[in-house]
């Protein structure tokens, strides 16, 4: 594949996390909590022993319970995507200390994120939410990071300073 293909790829991948984020969050909050239970619905259906025999009662009281980690949880993954793609294409366009500027970027984005939320009805910006999306796009670098070094390996090139 073409270098600059790869970039172009990066860029487009950046932008449609970054959509992506937003669209989430110009959700109500009617409307996140119903895709949230769903989300929770499918893991608890998959993952917790016997929950399709439980009453309809202890399924809503289950969801209830899990429903808070699973949105949090949530927000670090989409951020932590915008982290791996957002430092991969910094990294390719040689940046310097581009993972500094991935994390400095993907965090003020978790920012204005939070404060547009404040914006849309029954949704409220949290300063956690911005430490836990900052978290994410730290663990995202860290993927990137583990993704060129594979890369030089399988390839055998010598991985760039950042």
């Known amino acids: 594949m073409n270098y600059r293909r ?66 949090k949880a949530a927000h670090g993954l989409e ?22 500027w991935a994390w400095v970027g993907g965090t003020l984005y978790a920012a204005t994120d939070e404060l547009h939320q404040t914006l849309v009805s029954g949704r409220g910006g949290m300063v956690t939410d911005v430490c836990i999306d900052s978290g994410g796009v730290l663990a995202g670098i860290f993927l990137g990071l583990a993704l060129l070094a594979l890369f030089h390996r399988i390839f055998g090139r010598k991985p760039r300073k950042t």
């Open 6 to 71: 790869l970039i172009v790829i990066l860029a487009i991948l950046v932008a449609a996390v970054a959509v992506m984020i937003f669209s989430f969050s110009t959700e109500s909050r009617e409307e996140s909590s119903k895709t949230s239970d769903q989300v929770v619905e499918w893991l608890l259906q998959r993952f917790y022993p016997g929950y399709n025999e439980l009453r309809n009662k202890q399924k809503r009281i289950l969801r209830h319970q899990y429903q808070e980690p699973v949105r």
């Open 79 to 100: 951020f932590m995507l915008l982290g791996t793609f957002l430092f991969l294409f910094l990294h390719g366009i040689e940046l310097r200390r581009s993972g500094l």
